[in-house]
């Protein structure tokens, strides 16, 4: 028997490398690396990714018609086990590269009615007619079901749970995981904030991050030959 390695990929929506999503991320890999994980960190600031123009032709192909980098990255976690998801608040929400990420999901990730680009001139009846058939096959696609993700956010307002920023932020990358039907496992939140406790709390989130890592299963085993 051996074992078979496990891969953990983390989408990152900030352009600072060293900042405190990415250094989270690291933290994360650190310990997962211990549990025999592989590991890719794939800055959304590296690649080309445009954004959806909303035309529906995902809804009949599946696909996006733009050829850029979102397919690419979206093969790369069908292969992962475990997706982290890091994103900065930016004006109380994810940042719009990640939005923009999000959004490209729409045909490779749900299923939804190919003639949803002609549902805006049906009469009410037809759309009613179009809904129902659709209903059975609407909804998120299976690659992603029960896949493990894990959710950092960066922030700078300490009050997180008075100010909706931290909470909006949380919402709206909760949505993308139910929307892909996949499992939350953890989520890590930091303040960046200016007080002067901000070292010994940043000590404190890296051993979470690392403990979140190393606390990472890998139990599948194949026979071998
Ligand atoms: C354009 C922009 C908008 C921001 N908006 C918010 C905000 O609404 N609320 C907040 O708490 N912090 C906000 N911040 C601060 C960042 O969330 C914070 O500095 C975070 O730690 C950056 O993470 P990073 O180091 O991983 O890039 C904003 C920063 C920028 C650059």
Redesign the pocket.
């Known amino acids: 028997m051996k074992i078979e390695n496990k891969k953990i990929m983390a989408i990152i929506g900030?352009h600072?490398k060293r900042?405190?999503?990415?250094s989270l991320a690291e933290k994360i890999f650190e310990g997962a690396k211990e549990k025999g994980y592989s590991t890719e960190l794939i800055n959304l600031y590296d690649y080309n990714i445009n954004y959806c123009i909303g035309c529906w032709s995902c809804a009949k192909s599946g696909k996006c018609f733009q050829n850029d980098d979102f397919e690419l990255i979206f093969n790369k976690m069908k292969e992962s086990d475990v997706i982290i998801i890091g994103s900065?608040?930016?004006?109380?929400n994810i940042s719009g590269i990640m939005k923009n990420f999000f959004d490209r999901h729409t045909g490779y990730a749900m299923k939804i009615p190919p003639n949803m680009n002609e549902c805006y001139k049906m009469s009410t009846w037809s759309k009613l007619k179009t809904g129902i058939s659709a209903l059975k096959n609407f909804g998120p696609k299976k690659e992603f079901e029960n896949k493990e993700f894990i959710l950092i956010i960066?922030?700078?307002?300490p009050f997180k749970h008075l100010m909706g920023?931290v909470p909006n932020t949380l919402k709206a990358m909760k949505t993308y995981v139910k929307k892909l039907n996949g499992k939350l496992v953890d989520t890590l939140i930091f303040n960046?904030t200016l007080f002067k406790f901000k070292k010994k709390k940043e000590v404190k989130m890296m051993n979470k991050a690392y403990k979140i890592g190393k606390s990472l299963k890998n139990n599948i085993y194949t026979q071998e030959g």
């Open positions: 900030t600072r900042g405190l999503v990415s900065p608040v930016y004006w109380g960066a922030a700078t307002i920023d960046d």
